[in-house]
């Protein structure tokens, strides 16, 4: 299956898609703890966890049960996500952080391109907790990485007016 997904600039919902037909999307608010994604009529929401170590907790909207769980590397390019006993890795591909997978025992499930505005992932399998979960590390590690930029940065902007 191959999956296209676009976000607007300033826009916080991804809009999935498969062959033009919107199919999913992920609807992240910013500064909360809770994301509602949906893909193939399924809805999962990832409710996130802790400080500095963080920790995601992966349910079914429909069955309102804990159905996995996200840790996250202190480096921010790899995770392990566990469903049912089964362990997945998402890690960058790249040095440039624009090509990531998700693997089940060194298999790729999902590989994933990005650009600035979406990305095109194509996936070996068609179970959509898979393909959403990977979805929302990546967008996880995008949002550290803004957070940082902005932590980096606000100081050094605010010392040019002293």
């Keep these: 299956m191959k999956l296209n997904w676009k976000k607007g600039t ?13 199919i999913g999307e992920l609807v992240d608010k910013n ?28 349910i079914d909207v429909e069955s309102n049960k804990k159905i996995g769980d996200i840790t996250y590397n202190g480096f921010c390019s790899k995770a392990t996500a566990t469903f049912n006993n089964e362990t997945f890795i998402w890690k960058y591909e790249n040095i440039w952080n624009s090509k990531w997978s998700f693997n089940q025992r060194e298999k790729a499930l999902v590989i994933a391109t990005l ?48």
Excluded at 10 to 15: G, L, V
Excluded at 32 to 53: A, D, P, Q, V, Y
Excluded at 130 to 153: D, P, Q, R, S
Aim: hydrophobic share 45%; charged share 20%; glycine share 4%.
């Design 31 to 58: 500064f909360s703890s809770i994301t509602i994604e949906s893909l193939l009529n399924k809805k999962f929401r990832f409710e996130t966890k802790g400080f500095l170590k963080q920790t995601t907790d992966v």
């Design 115 to 162: 650009s600035s505005k979406g990305g095109t992932a194509v996936s070996r399998t068609e179970e959509a907790v898979y393909l959403i979960t990977a979805l929302f590390i990546n967008n996880y590690y995008k949002k550290l990485a803004l957070a940082a930029m902005i932590a980096i940065f606000i100081p050094i902007w605010m010392a040019s007016f002293n």
């Design 10 to 22: 300033f826009s916080s919902t991804y809009k999935l898609y498969a062959k033009g037909k919107e």
